[in-house]
């Protein structure tokens, strides 16, 4: 096949497709035997997007008359799809690493909210602070968050809670999809704590007669691009008849629903998110039996957060009766000033560890499935012709070496590619032994 093109990978020692026939998702089952193909070869044309997957002679001969921009020699290493953040709350101002020392002294998450830290003392800093300067705190944490491997990252507001400084949030994540290069899915996250001086029935009325209004203004204009809405549905935050609220006015202007559920104390959110059809919901440490049924029944999927249960000190969800139940499971960082996380390599270690986990269904959690979760397994997830050419190549010769290697990854972690685009080289790239 002549012609030019912008990537050629060539003659991985493994190349992980993730998905072997194209699946929006995988289950249990289907996690348990990923589809690698061994000396393997890709092409990214010009366009971003993957055109041909296959053995390397087979390659080799398809595009003998083709030219690229770059060739990558990948003997011996691991080809993997990019991996999918599927929730983050990077957009704040202000340090909270005092309350980290408060948490080990034994304080718990509410009892710091309800002093005035947590959410509050973001959401006064995130006031306060410019676009510019929560712009250039945010790139920078994408630009980790890329290091790590994650090619696409949901993006919540939330520590607004006023309309000025949520859709200043909003307008930095905007800028941020227009400027770099990575994957964003925007989440409108108004809900995210009742504000000082409201009751959550006042926040509430709040944001479905104002907030969401003026954001489907901005939608329509082309402003703003929102994905998805989210609420904290909590006991002391709202409450499941408000959820319920702002969730279905969020659907109205066309959001997906994707939010924070059963997390501290049981709510009946599973339930609730089956039955308004959420595309996911987040957290689940307190999930029913029931719920997980809904969830299933429902194709929508759970966003497990190894890193939340693992800081706070809470007990884990329920991954392993999840996904026995036939609930699509994926993982995200949640990455927040009380869960400094940026590695979704360390996500999957900690999924496999702590929510036991297999290796296979952690891979697939943080790539088809946390991408089904955005809503974007159509184009993210796995390696596939016509899909965006997002790939890690892994200084190792097996893949499970990204997880294995608890905190390891900056050094196996040769190159992050986006649309076929070098985004991120390791400067001690194939220098370092997998182990």
């Known amino acids: 096949m002549a012609g030019r093109h912008r990537l050629l990978l060539e003659n991985a020692q493994q190349l992980v497709l993730v998905c072997g026939r194209g699946e929006e998702f995988l289950l249990r089952d289907g996690a348990a035997s990923l589809a690698v193909l061994r000396g393997a070869s890709l092409v990214v044309g010009l366009d971003g997007c993957i055109k041909a997957v296959g053995q390397a002679d087979v390659i080799r001969n398809q595009f003998s008359e083709a030219t690229f921009e770059r060739v ?8 993997l799809p990019g991996l999918v953040d599927a929730h983050t709350h990077p957009v704040w101002a202000g340090d909270r690493v005092h309350e980290f020392a408060m948490k080990l ?28 300067e929560l712009f250039n705190t945010f ?6 968050m890329r290091r790590a491997g994650s090619t696409l990252v949901e993006c919540k507001s939330g520590y607004g809670l006023n309309l000025e400084t949520e859709l200043k949030m909003l307008r930095v994540i905007e800028r941020a999809q227009q400027s770099m290069d ?76 994707n939010f924070h559920g059963d997390e501290l104390h049981p709510m009946k959110s599973a339930e609730l998110g089956a039955e308004l059809g959420a595309r996911a919901i987040s957290h689940l440490e307190e999930v029913s039996d029931e719920g997980i049924t809904a969830m299933a029944r429902a194709k929508c999927a759970a966003v497990l957060l190894p890193t939340t249960a693992y800081m706070l000190r809470l007990k884990q969800p329920p991954a392993r009766k999840m996904l026995e139940e036939g609930v699509i499971v994926a ?3 949640d990455f927040n000033p009380n869960a400094y996380c940026f590695s ?11 929510m036991r986990m297999s290796m296979n269904e952690a891979l697939a959690a943080a790539t088809i499935n946390a991408a089904y979760a955005l809503g974007k397994s159509d184009t993210h997830g796995s390696i596939q012709t016509g899909k965006q ?21 900056e050094a196996l972690i040769d ?21």
């Open 389 to 409: 050419g997002d790939l890690v190549i892994i200084n190792s010769s097996r893949w499970e070496h990204l997880i294995y290697q608890f905190g390891g990854h």
């Open 331 to 333: 993982l995200g960082s």
């Open 105 to 132: 002294a034994g304080a718990s998450y509410m009892e710091i909210h309800q002093a005035g830290g947590g959410i509050h003392f973001t959401v006064e800093h995130t006031q306060k602070a410019t676009e510019e």
């Open 72 to 79: 990558i020699d990948c003997s011996g290493k691991c080809v």
């Open 344 to 354: 979704m390599p360390m996500v999957m270690h900690l999924a496999c560890v702590n």
């Open 182 to 257: 990575i994957g964003i899915s925007s989440t409108y996250c108004g809900a995210h704590s009742v504000p000082k001086g409201k009751t959550a029935r006042e926040a509430t009325d709040d944001i479905i007669n104002n907030h969401l209004p003026k954001l489907k203004e901005l939608k329509l204009s082309g402003e703003i691009h929102v994905n998805n809405i989210d609420v904290f549905c909590e006991k002391g935050v709202f409450d499941l008849d408000s959820t319920r609220r702002i969730l279905q006015a969020g659907k109205d202007i066309g959001l997906q629903i």
């Open 415 to 435: 190159y992050v590619i986006v649309k076929g685009k070098v985004i991120y080289q390791n400067e001690r790239c194939g220098t370092m032994s997998s182990y």
């Open 139 to 144: 790139k920078h944490r994408l630009e980790r």
